[in-house]
């Protein structure tokens, strides 16, 4: 097998010729489909349009410490199994559901504590009166 040797030993130049180098240009193109604004009336408005939002409630205890014992289950399951309390896949389970449902309830609380805003009060049961669901607007 012969082996092959490239050859660097010819130089590369690039003179000018004096001929003006091709350039890419941006083609035009027929500008009939231009919008037209339609006339204004009355007063416009522009830029962003800001809308107050009512201030919502502080999370709860209840809702804190929802969020807390769902954010600590997997280090503790996890080091629960490397000790050997509890098998890996029970400890695997019982991480992925807790969870699970302890998220779940924390967002069904941040939902219901947005939605009543400043204020207001679901009443037992969860049903909302037409007087009262006027009242959460």
Known sequence: MAAISASYDEEVSNTPT?????QW??????????????????PVASGS?????GAVPPPTVMETTIATVGGVVWPVMIVLALMGAVPWWPAILIAIVT????????RHMKAQRKALGRGGTIPPGGTTTPASRNRLR
Do not use: H, I, W
């Not at 349009?49 to 939002?53: E, K, Q, S, T």
């Not at 969870?99 to 924390?106: A, H, I, K, P």
């Open 18 to 22: 004096g001929e003006p180098e091709p």
């Open 25 to 42: 240009r941006q083609p035009s193109f027929p500008s009939d489909n231009d919008p037209k604004a339609a006339p204004a009336e009355g």
């Open 49 to 53: 349009v800001l809308v107050p939002r």
């Open 99 to 106: 969870s699970t449902v302890l998220g779940n309830v924390r």
